[in-house]
């Protein structure tokens, strides 16, 4: 089945270079296009895509605020898309709040045509996009300045301390790959404690959980 790509951003010439990219692929369809952050949340509900590439700046709405509700309560469609924000270096504290507010990963706009395309097999896969050059020292960067989420803190106790191991290197922005060799475990056991991880703290995917480990402390700025 294609992977159907909903694009927000507010200069046409970025949207319509996306767009050429992406239909280009196969397995990828852009379903729409749009200008500014309340257009996005119509267009979402509308559309139903699986992926939105989304620009942090837009008019009327940003891609931040424009996140938040589409993946809160009050959105009317059954069908949750997966939100990939856009950004450059100069604007990584609105992508933490993004990161927060449920989006799934951050691509650079420099980035090369099959990142890009890379980046939206990954989201729609129901991963998370994490860059260990870019994200964990981003998000190590900002988590830093946030208050500790007291209820957070408390879901710590129901990990063991194998799942605290396994996050501290998934908030290290390690791949299951790379835990495995860390924690002299296999690849797949690490993959049934990402999972019991995921559950415990409530988090979504990878992003969320790297969030959640610099959050409650577990995991500190180097």
Do not use: C, W
């Not at 990219?21 to 119509?42: F, K």
């Not at 020292?137 to 301390?161: C, E, G, H, V, Y």
């Amino acid at each position: 089945m294609s992977i159907e790509v909903l694009i927000a951003d507010d200069q046409a010439m970025v949207r319509a270079g996306f767009a050429a990219l992406l239909d280009a692929h196969d397995g990828i369809t852009v379903t729409g296009q749009a200008a500014n952050g309340t257009e996005t949340v119509s267009l979402s509900a509308r559309l139903g895509p699986d992926v939105i590439l989304m620009d942090v700046r837009m008019p009327e709405l940003d891609g931040i605020e424009a996140t938040r509700r589409i993946l809160g309560p009050s959105y009317p469609a059954a069908k949750i898309p997966r939100i990939l924000m856009l950004t450059t270096f100069d604007i990584d504290d609105y992508v933490y709040d993004a990161l927060q507010a449920g989006a799934s990963g951050f691509l650079l706009k420099d980035a090369l045509p099959e990142e890009l395309v890379h980046a939206v097999r990954v989201i729609a896969a129901g991963d998370a996009l994490l860059s260990p050059s870019v994200t964990r020292r981003m998000i190590a960067q900002f988590a830093s300045q946030k208050p500790r989420a007291t209820a957070s803190t408390n879901l710590l106790a129901d990990l063991t301390d194998r799942e605290r191991e396994v996050l501290v290197l998934i908030g290290q922005g390690h791949s299951n790959s790379e835990i495995a060799a860390a924690l002299f475990i296999a690849e797949q056991t690490v993959k049934t404690h990402v999972g019991k991880v995921l559950a415990k703290v409530g988090a979504r995917d990878r992003v969320q959980a790297v969030i959640f480990a610099y959050d409650t402390g577990l995991a500190e700025p180097a």
